[in-house]
């Protein structure tokens, strides 16, 4: 798609702050400050839309997920809807430390937990 994909209900620019692929790239400043004193970032504009957009235009027929956006996993998270991505058979999100508000939540659309570690969770159905 070539776009950032974020919470809320509007498409807009932002700004994107590129770690020259060290894992950590973020449109979050917060996320950016944490991590620059180590990090190199190279500030540039992206064009972002909504989750919700991204799934009407694409559909619900995803079998898995994977949502690692460095500091707006939750935000994410809390968007998927869950309700008609009844073909979603493993999701792998990074967790930032809600892990356990994502399994409960996961857990009643039918999934179990396979593999959690200190970054990620792993579950399916």
Request: proline content about 5%; aromatic content about 12%; some cysteine.
């Amino acid at each position: 798609l070539n776009t950032a994909i974020i919470p809320g209900d509007s498409a807009r620019m932002l700004p994107f702050y590129d770690s020259h692929g060290d894992a950590v790239s973020t449109l979050v400043e917060g996320h950016k400050a944490r991590w620059e004193a180590a990090v190199k970032f190279r500030k540039f504009f992206t064009q972002a839309m909504p989750l919700f957009a991204l799934f009407e235009q694409f559909g619900y027929d995803f079998d898995f997920i994977n949502l690692d956006v460095e500091s707006l996993n939750l935000q994410l998270f809390e968007e998927l809807p869950f309700v008609r991505l009844d073909k979603l058979k493993l999701i792998c999100v990074e967790h930032d430390g809600h892990s356990r508000p994502m399994t409960q939540r996961l857990m009643t659309h039918g999934f179990r937990l396979l593999a959690q570690n200190p970054e990620n969770l792993i579950m399916g159905r």
